[in-house]
Nanobody, 128 residues
Framework: QVQVAESGGGLVQAGGSLTLACVVS????????IAWFRQTPGKEREFVAA??????????YYADSVKGRFTISRDAAKSTAYLQMNSLKPEDTAVYYC???????????????????WGQGTQVTVSS
């Protein structure tokens, strides 16, 4: 059984940084497609970043709104994926979710419905 658990959210001032962690059990992060999505009340879940499984090259992908500020990575030894968030803005405020899958095609990497396993989410609040 695959389990996903996020941590690291909190309150930070605009311009600050946070690192979110996503611990995955039941499968290896190296051979998983892992993504971060975020959601605010009344809105659909929004793609933030993804890292492809190593068997397909391990490439990273980002939403335009976070490119250059956020970095997704993984540590296979710790079975953990990370989202390093720098230069945070108030509009980055949301619940952040980690999603895991292993069979996605490239065109599905940004689609929330394509991921099979999700964490419970962690709140990130950026004050102005």
């Amino acid at each position: 059984q695959v389990q996903v658990a996020e941590s690291g959210g909190g309150l930070v001032q605009a311009g600050g940084s946070l690192t979110l962690a996503c611990v995955v059990s039941g499968r290896t992060v190296r051979e998983s497609d892992i993504a971060w999505f975020r959601q605010t009340p009344g809105k659909e879940r929004e793609f933030v970043a993804a890292i492809r499984r190593a068997g397909t090259g391990g490439r990273t992908y980002y939403a335009d709104s976070v490119k250059g500020r956020f970095t997704i990575s993984r540590d296979a030894a710790k079975s953990t994926a990370y989202l390093q968030m720098n230069s945070l803005k108030p509009e980055d405020t949301a619940v952040y979710y980690c999603a895991v899958d292993s069979t996605l095609i490239l065109s599905s990497i940004r689609t929330a419905e394509q991921y099979d396993y999700w964490g419970q989410g962690t709140q990130v609040t950026v004050s102005s």
